[in-house]
């Protein structure tokens, strides 16, 4: 591959068709280019401030989306397609957002209509839209293939719940009838719809034994300039680039799911919940910025999955179980997001209003698996979904943390954050701040919960057991003042009657124990700086 040159676009003519591709577009058979004609229609990309500092993104993942995007500039060359492409470095300085670069586009090629596949996040589809009927052109926005569903399909089935609770079990299994995905005729793959209960195995005192290596993809020319540039224009912004090895092209990303499905997915169904010290990558996929990029398509990667249990070579539980997070968990989370913004980003359920602690930023806390979950990852712009549900999201709910700045957070540091996928998870599912549209319970535990499952207790100073005191884990305090806080409010909850009942347990005097103490918590985990 060619390294990048400078986004130079000798061809000024004026357009029929100008095609919008975004930066978590990169498809070369999106529906956008369905009748793309060379010899008049042309592609816009553009890299954009707006983009990197909405949010405080990380390095990690700013370089991700910039490397992408420039690869596949390059693809698309390669096909002698036109491309006006806008890098972040080319002059105009002043189009800082993607509003900005477009209208420049407009005035410069003149093209006669729009065309752009169904953006995935609100807030840029309104703003390409409004720059769209200002210029007064047509805007054709074309349907997604990078999913099973479309929004008003998932809007359809919510209606013939007829009342009934939205939840991802039903939705799942009516995908996996549709789509003939795991069934056995009119039956389920094995007589049972899923195997979750099977799926939350630890790891035992002996720990994981040898984990298959990470995928690794050495970056290429291309990719080096832009972690050098990354550095360099965005020094302050969290998050490190050595460990930059991210699949970042169409070849690479099929690369990375040829080694998943071969390495890793027969054992990821046990262990998917399991933690370790010092092990980030375990027996997951890493496939989600791919996946969420479109450098891969989610049919290819449950076909891929289903193959290797049809073959023998993955156990059922282990296929289901990450069937379940492709063909049902991101189908029903793109649905909800869809659905219910753009109000959804404001819910609040639980009322939090503790500012989100400045380490979360660095890491700096002695608090044991909350500093390694958040130094891997600004080191790597990953962590698995318990350590981003059961550590840094379940402290943040508990703590009482603006789910609005929990989820500015998992936007910025993530290299597999994009908003669609991302709210739904952080600010339903994580703290539980949709009052419980998305889950049927708050996600809550005590420190016990993330000894058992493999976390770093044993080097922590904080006892998981302890509720009350200078030595008990935060998170054991924090969940019982959770449950106090917020008694009435949950009482309603079938699956949280068991934890509610155990309050009963507590005196008066261990109830004002763990109150004061964990009053000290929140006071320790206001930020006194940074961003």
């Known amino acids: 591959m060619t390294p990048f040159t400078p986004g130079s676009n000798p061809d000024h003519r004026s357009v029929r068709t100008l095609v919008i591709v975004l930066g978590d577009q990169l498809d070369l058979d999106a529906a956008a280019f369905d009748g793309f004609d060379p010899r008049q229609d042309s592609v816009w990309m553009a890299e954009v401030a707006e983009e990197s500092t909405h949010v405080w993104s990380s390095k990690q993942r700013i370089a991700m989306f910039l490397a992408a995007m420039r690869h596949f500039a ?144 050495e970056p290429d020319e291309t990719t080096c300039q832009v972690l050098q540039w990354v550095q360099e224009k965005f ?66 990667v449950v076909a891929a999955a289903e193959a290797a249990y049809r073959s023998g070579k993955v156990p059922l539980a282990s296929a289901e179980g990450f069937i379940r997070q492709i063909l049902g968990w991101r189908e029903y989370v793109r649905g909800i997001y869809w659905t ?65 700045a929990v989820h500015e957070w998992y936007l910025a540091v993530y290299v597999d954050a994009v908003e669609w996928v991302e709210l739904p998870n952080t600010l339903g599912m994580s703290q539980y701040a949709d009052g419980g549209l998305m889950a049927s319970k708050p996600y809550i535990a005590t420190g016990k919960y993330i000894e058992r499952m493999g976390g770093p207790c044993a080097s922590c100073q904080y006892d998981p057991a302890a509720f009350e005191g200078e030595t008990a884990c935060p998170f054991t305090t924090l969940y019982w003042d959770f449950l106090m806080r917020h008694q009435a409010q949950l009482a309603h909850e079938p699956r949280l009657e068991f934890q509610l009942q155990r309050l009963d347990v507590l005196d008066s005097a261990q109830r004002e124990g763990i109150q004061r103490r964990a009053a000290v918590i929140r006071g320790e985990g206001r930020p006194t700086g940074g961003k």
């Open 340 to 404: 219910q913004m753009p109000s959804y980003l404001e819910r609040n359920a639980m009322g939090a209003s503790v500012e989100l602690p400045a380490w979360y930023w660095t890491g700096d806390t002695d608090f044991e698996c909350l500093r390694q979950t958040i130094q891997q990852t600004l080191q790597h712009g990953y962590a698995h979904h318990i350590q981003r549900l059961m550590v840094t999201g379940l402290f943040a709910l508990l703590l009482g943390v603006k789910p609005k």
């Open 235 to 300: 020094a302050d912004h969290p998050g490190d680039l050595a460990s930059f090895a991210w699949p970042v092209t169409r070849q690479d990303a099929l690369q990375a799911l040829a080694d998943f499905i071969e390495h890793r997915l027969p054992v990821f169904g046990p262990y998917q919940d399991a933690m370790w010290p010092g092990e980030p990558w375990l027996y997951h996929s890493q496939l989600s910025a791919a996946l969420n990029l479109k450098l891969l398509n989610p049919r290819e």
């Open 74 to 217: 390059q693809a698309l060359r390669a096909k002698g397609w036109g491309l006006h492409y806008t890098r972040l470095d080319d002059p105009p300085v002043g189009c800082g957002t993607l509003t900005e670069a477009l209208k420049l586009a407009l005035r410069t090629l003149s093209p006669s209509r729009l065309v752009m596949t169904a953006s995935g996040d609100w807030r840029v589809w309104k703003a390409l839209s409004a720059v769209a009927a200002e210029a007064g052109l047509a805007l054709d926005v074309r349907r997604d293939r990078h999913f099973y569903t479309t929004v008003k399909e998932f809007a359809a089935h919510q209606r013939s719940l007829q009342g009934k609770a939205l939840r991802l079990e039903t939705f799942y299994r009516v995908l996996r009838r549709r789509h003939n995905i795991l069934m056995d005729g009119d039956a389920p793959e094995g007589g049972q719809w899923n195997y979750d209960k099977a799926n939350r195995q630890t790891f035992g005192r002996a720990g994981p034994g040898m984990v298959p290596e990470r995928s690794r993809f």
